[in-house]
Nanobody, 121 residues
Framework: QVQLVESGGGLVQPGGSLRLSCAVS???????MGWFRQAPGKERQYVAS????????LYEDALRGRFTISRDNAKNMVYLQMNSLKPEDTAVYYC???????????????WGQGTQVTVSS
């Protein structure tokens, strides 16, 4: 089984930035990767996804321009840069991996344990 371990979450003030990391236990280039988030009492929400090679990325429309997904396959790492953070960005953020695609939630086969991001004054 592929293990995904997120890190980099924490407490940040509104307008601040965080960079989340996801370590992949397998060869990362075998997988398209995605970031998702879930706030208390809400459904898990798509954030961003990136192709196997990192040559293309997709974003939830409301987050485009503030969030950037990237990957370094040589290090088996995936990142999510989050800028201009808002209180409504508060959630547990999850990294996910897919062999088959990156545009549908059902295509993701493996999930990390999540890392908490709290945006508050």
């Amino acid at each position: 089984q592929v293990q995904l371990v997120e890190s980099g979450g924490g407490l940040v003030q509104p307008g601040g930035s965080l960079r989340l990391s996801c370590a992949v236990s397998a060869r990362a280039s075998d997988y398209a990767m995605g970031w998702f988030r879930q706030a208390p009492g809400k459904e898990r929400q798509y954030v961003a996804s990136i192709t196997w090679s990192g040559d293309n990325a997709l974003y939830e429309d409301a987050l485009r321009g503030r969030f950037t997904i990237s990957r370094d396959n040589a290090k088996n790492m995936v990142y999510l840069q989050m800028n201009s953070l808002k209180p409504e960005d508060t959630a547990v953020y999850y990294c996910a991996a897919s062999r088959s695609g990156y545009t549908s939630l059902d295509e993701y086969d493996y999930w990390g344990q999540g890392t908490q991001v709290t945006v508050s004054s």
